[in-house]
């Protein structure tokens, strides 16, 4: 199982990465994850929206303070895969953190024709999850296949834009493990 790492320092800047993390970057053409444009800057920079830099700030704290690994589920899709990951942030010393992501498994999917950096976009905004990838439609949060049907996604040009946040369900989960003392493995247990 490949894991993708990077550590950031006590102010959160990103001082290392591994060499599957720019593999993976590399297979997802995706430059702005590349070493020169990462190393030195702040991982929240990267997080759109203040909500999520919230909850990271939280996670962080609470992993420098108490001094143990927290692990937690997420999701990085791309248009034509569905990614289903972990993400484990490891204390380790000066305050920085080691952050392991894995890919737990992957589904192929029709291709979603979903908004990218750079594409004009109408001023309408769709709220997506940054964490499930689920998107805020009539009915409440779904997956982006069934949220492109109810918000008729493929019927807009411009597409729409993407706003991101947290849905409900993974706030629960995220605060859980921010409050939660026993939830969490012990470093030296985690062989
Ligand atoms: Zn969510």
Request: hydrophobic letters at 40%; a negative charge.
């Amino acid at each position: 199982m490949k894991t993708f790492t990077f550590l950031i320092d006590a102010l959160y800047r990103i001082i290392d990465a591994n060499a599957d993390w720019f593999a993976f970057a590399a297979e997802n053409d995706a430059p702005e994850l590349f070493e020169e444009n990462v190393f030195g800057k702040s991982l929240m920079d990267f997080i759109g929206d203040e909500e999520t830099r919230h909850l990271y700030h939280l996670l962080f704290d609470r992993v420098r303070r108490q001094n143990r690994a927290i692990e937690l589920p997420f999701r990085c899709d791309s248009p034509a895969i569905r990614r289903f990951m972990t993400m484990r942030l490891v204390p380790v010393a000066d305050k920085a953190i080691r952050i392991e992501t894995e890919i737990l498994r992957e589904e192929v999917r029709i291709p979603i024709r979903m908004p990218n950096a750079g594409q004009v976009r109408s001023k309408d905004f769709i709220r997506m999850c940054s964490w499930c990838k689920r998107i805020e439609a009539q009915t409440g949060w779904s997956t982006v296949e069934e949220a492109v049907r109810q918000l008729k996604m493929f019927h807009r040009i411009p597409l729409p834009g993407i706003s991101h946040g947290i849905c409900p369900d993974c706030e629960i989960i995220v605060r859980q493990e921010i409050e939660s003392l026993d939830v969490e493995k012990f470093l030296g247990n985690e062989g």
